[in-house]
């Protein structure tokens, strides 16, 4: 969830894709079998999920 809340973190001050994969993932950008890219476009869902929540409904793993 930490990584998620990173995420949502970046998306919120306008980080593209790329430079949160490269920020918070490091390597290669979309790297071998783009693992990286996938990984980063299945924080985002996450991620929104976790920031509507709210505090509350992260502590409570209400997602």
Do not use: C, F
Not at 10 to 19: D, L
Not at 37 to 50: E, F, Q, T
């Amino acid at each position: 969830m930490v990584e998620a809340l990173r995420v949502g973190d970046a998306i919120a001050s306008g980080a593209s894709q790329r430079a949160i994969g490269l920020g918070i993932y490091g390597g290669d950008w979309p790297g071998d079998g783009e693992h990286l890219k996938s990984r980063v476009r299945r924080m985002i869902p996450l991620a929104a999920a976790l920031i509507r929540a709210g505090p509350r409904g992260v502590l409570a793993e209400r997602i």
